[in-house]
T-cell receptor, first 114, second 113 residues
Framework: ETGVTQSPTHLIKTRGQQVTLRCSSQ?????VSWYQQALGQGPQFIFQ???????GRGNFPPRFSGLQFPNYSSELNVNALELDDSALYLC?????????????FGPGTRLTVT | GESVGLHLPTLSVQEGDNSIINCAYS??????FIWYKQESGKGPQFIID?????DKRQGQRVTVLLNKTVKHLSLQIAATQPGDSAVYFC????????????FGTGTRLKVLA
């Protein structure tokens, strides 16, 4: 069984640029959630995708967008990067549906905006 | 690796003792609760979960208690080991049309030899 993987591991971008982060879900999982974790804080829920549709969203502006592909991998896109977007971005996958909510996290992508 | 939980509340326990980590959650509509362990440089690791129709659930060396009356969740770790040292987060899932997950601020557990 393959765990959740994320790429890249680290990334440095300039304010105003756009970034795409990638996540491969655990084998057999059809639901992917994305989180932002600032240093010293708990993860903040960005959104969740279930079978290629967004079915949950936290308090993040529209410049945070996502995609889920037919193989259930996912992308997080952030436009017009701001300094405060510097954080660890975590992806979590789960089986989804009405009863399978247990999430498994990847190692994260560390984004630094300068 | 990165540092997790630089200024978090810290619980220090002697190796072999039991640990109790507490969490207050915010939303009466939360229907599912999870405890995660996060070590520096890693993503959160699932420990144990509990649904809102239960008040206790046990795993291997861990027990989660849920008190919906006062919106309180606790994680008990029996016979705490050095490998248990990490930051622990509680999280709640809210289902209101769509899904939303809210994490607590975290507690750092230090196991003293």
């Amino acid at each position: 069984e393959t765990g959740v993987t994320q790429s890249p591991t680290h990334l440095i971008k300039t304010r105003g640029q756009q970034v795409t982060l990638r996540c491969s879900s655990q084998s057999g999982h059809n639901t992917v959630s994305w989180y932002q974790q600032a240093l010293g804080q708990g993860p903040q829920f960005i959104f969740q995708y279930y079978r290629e549709e967004e079915n949950g969203r936290g308090n993040f502006p529209p410049r945070f967008s996502g995609l889920q592909f037919p193989n259930y991998s996912s992308e997080l896109n952030v436009n017009a990067l701001e300094l405060d977007d510097s954080a660890l971005y975590l992806c979590a996958s789960s089986l989804g549906g009405q009863t399978q909510w247990e999430q498994y996290f990847g190692p994260g992508t560390r984004l630094t905006v300068t | 690796g990165e540092s997790v939980g630089l200024h978090l509340p810290t619980l220090s326990v002697q190796e072999g003792d039991n640990s109790i980590i507490n969490c207050a959650y915010s939303n009466s509509a939360s229907d599912y609760f999870i405890w995660y362990k996060q070590e520096s440089g890693k993503g959160p690791q699932f420990i144990i979960d509990i649904r809102s129709n239960m008040d206790k659930r046990q795993g291997q060396r861990v027990t989660v208690l849920l008190n919906k009356t006062v919106k309180h969740l606790s994680l008990q770790i029996a016979a705490t080991q050095p490998g248990d040292s990490a930051v622990y987060f509680c999280a709640e899932k809210i289902t209101s049309g769509t899904y939303k997950y809210i994490f607590g601020t975290g507690t750092r557990l230090k196991v003293l030899a």
